[in-house]
């Protein structure tokens, strides 16, 4: 059963730090879509998608799925010129890190101290994300205002009182 007063404040630490970390490293507007506070499990996930666990009084995994037009445009801004594949690979791992770290100090701050794991990226069109044990399962798209494409996060979580 979802806790939604802890799956409200996810959804809102989401919704200010996706738009705050596509602003300031690449110069977007990200726009909230619905959210869902009781997404279903398991979830699936399109595109270039950067994972990172979340460990401590606070557990589960955080999920960013950028579209490859949108993870190849972001690079271009971010690095200039023509991105790699492992260009994009690193931009989409950077920027989960830096919303799943954003995530991980207001949870911190709210007393569900916790660590972080290393990001990993993987390419698919259809990856297929669950966990068995989260009590909460937050999912919010996002677009970048004047592009095609999208971003979509998802949040698996425990948080232990």
């Keep these: 059963m979802t806790n939604n007063a802890d799956a409200q404040m996810i959804l809102e630490i989401i919704n200010k730090y996706v738009p705050e970390v596509m602003q300031t490293m690449a110069g977007l507007v990200a726009v909230p879509g619905n959210a869902d506070l009781e997404a279903p499990q398991p979830a699936s996930l399109s595109g270039i998608v950067g994972a990172i666990g979340l460990t401590g009084r606070a557990n589960g995994v955080v999920y960013t799925a950028f579209s490859q037009s949108l993870a190849n445009l972001i690079t271009e801004k971010i690095l200039g010129g ?3 594949s492992q260009d994009v690979s690193d931009v989409v791992g950077e920027l989960t890190n830096m919303i799943t770290g954003n995530v991980k100090s207001q949870l911190c701050d709210a ?3 916790c660590s972080l794991s290393i990001p990993s990226v993987v390419r698919g ?5 669950a966990s068995k044990s989260a009590a909460i399962s937050v999912r919010n798209e996002y677009e ?5 494409g999208q971003l979509v996060l998802q949040v698996f979580a425990v948080l232990e009182k």
């Design 82 to 84: 023509e991105p790699s």
């Design 111 to 113: 007393g569900f101290n």
């Design 125 to 129: 069109d259809k990856i297929t994300v």
């Design 144 to 148: 970048c205002e004047g592009l095609s």
